[in-house]
């Protein structure tokens, strides 16, 4: 194997759902020169999701995958590590524990129940009440995402118009 190669697929390794041009930044490299590799790493796979072609180590099966995918955004992290803090809890708490708008919180939502990570149900008050499918096992997939530098970026942007919106 190439050093490129190597690099590239210890960065597959340590960031499993890491997404082609985040490979392309970190590693500092030609996006034809990490097509070429990628190819050539028979065992990474590869999931288009989310608008991105995000690239994993053998293990992950397609669920775990999209989950890593959304995890990557830190927005829908902190949604999940405050369910993973608090236990279950009403939608607007959510909102203003993370800072964001329930607008907001809406758009990852529908993403995470769509990946079954989250669950909204309703209250005898008939709030929307968020809940953890799978504490564990989600907790485990947390650990392993790292939100990348444009989707943090995006993130604490919209985070920035909330709040300004919110005054």
Do not use: C, K
């Amino acid at each position: 194997m190439t050093e490129t190669r190597d690099l590239i697929a210890a960065r597959v390794r340590a960031d499993p759902g890491v997404h082609f041009n985040e490979l392309v930044r970190a590693l500092d490299l030609a996006p034809g020169q990490v097509q070429y590799h990628l190819r050539r790493l028979e065992w990474v796979v590869a999931a288009d999701l989310y608008g991105q072609t995000h690239y994993y180590p053998p293990g992950y099966d397609a669920d775990e995958r999209r989950a890593l995918a959304l995890l990557r955004r830190e927005t829908a992290a902190d949604v999940v590590a405050v369910l993973l803090e608090a236990g279950a809890l009403p939608a607007t708490d959510v909102a203003e524990r993370v800072g964001i708008a329930r607008s907001t919180l809406s758009w990852h939502l529908d993403r995470l129940t769509e990946a079954e990570l989250v669950r909204d149900d309703r209250d005898a008050r008939n709030r929307v009440v968020l809940s953890l499918v799978d504490p564990e096992g989600t907790a485990r997939l947390l650990r392993r995402a790292e939100p990348s530098t444009p989707g943090r970026l995006v993130d604490r942007f919209t985070r920035l118009v909330d709040s300004l919106l919110a005054e």
